[in-house]
């Protein structure tokens, strides 16, 4: 275990209330939606944890430290996310809309809150789904609200709009899924194609996003398991580490990123950290990002 004894959390950068943050994070330690392993709900307090070995600077060397940050701590979705993500999303659509809303799941199904959130908090919101799943079942492994079932609930829950949604990465389908996505226009660039003509298929999915207010959801599976062994379901054939930053950073240039979940990371499954560590290099680099507050004198 990486010893953080003394180190403050999230690099360092400063607090602040969350009317006048930059960045809100809250945590969802749920794994009950799992249907094959569990231990995402671990991943809140272990992501938190390891952020002290973060410096608050970006992997250009360009300093954080003009970010400011609040974090609310952990919400509780109860014994089932079918019960509990309403009061979840009541709690996160109170965050003030100028905050960039950064969630750290749970497994996949922490995310049904999140987005009925974020469509409350945003018009008009657009959504890159980044996983190695597309999560569109309607029933998955014996029930409507495992995992495999995620982003169709939180459609049906947010009102969202199929066709601002993007989905990057995913390469294990259920037949039911690819009829469904086809059926609502939501857009899809497989890892598959990917791999065969990465700049145009980035390119795509940057023309696509192009203009609209954005939330990012990241599977930590869409890597392959070679760089994120610590997951529920690991699927060969996936992304480096590298290439979805890459594919982050260039398909999110053109439009306003307003939030970030990170979900699927599970410690009890993880290799030395490497897991939540890579979890914590796309939320670092995605805060990076960031529009910087204009000082005071400049205004």
Known sequence: ???????????????????????????????????YRGGAAEAPAAIRRLSAVMPPLDERGNLLSDLTLHDLGDLDLGAEVEHGWAAAAEHLAAVPPGAFLTVLGGDHCSVIP???????????LALLWVDAHPDLCDVSRGGRWTVGCALRRAIELGNLDPRSIVQVGCRDFDAEEVEYARE????????????????????????????????????????????????????????????????????????????????????????????????????????????????????
Do not use: N
């Not at 004894?5 to 809100?24: K, R």
């Not at 009925?116 to 008009?124: F, G």
């Open 184 to 299: 609502r226009g939501i857009a899809q660039v497989t890892a598959a194609e990917l791999a065969a003509e990465p700049a145009a298929a980035v390119a795509r999915v940057t023309r696509l996003l192009a203009g609209r207010r954005l939330h990012v959801s990241f599977d930590i599976d869409v890597l392959d398991p070679a760089f994120a062994p610590g997951t529920e379901v690991p699927s060969a054939g996936g992304l480096t580490t590298r290439e979805a930053l890459r594919l982050l950073a260039t398909a999110t240039r053109l439009s306003r990123q307003v939030g970030l979940d990170v979900c699927e990371v599970s410690p009890p499954l993880d290799q030395a950290g490497v897991t939540s560590l890579a979890a914590l290099k796309v939320i670092f680099e995605t805060w990076s990002r960031l529009p910087r507050p204009v000082p005071r004198g400049d205004r």
């Open 114 to 124: 999140v987005l009925v959130a974020q469509a409350r908090r945003h018009a008009d």
């Open 1 to 35: 275990m990486i010893d953080v004894t003394g180190l403050p959390v999230w690099g360092g950068l400063p607090p602040a209330l969350p009317d006048l943050a930059t960045v809100v994070v809250a945590g969802i330690p749920y794994d009950r939606s799992a249907v």
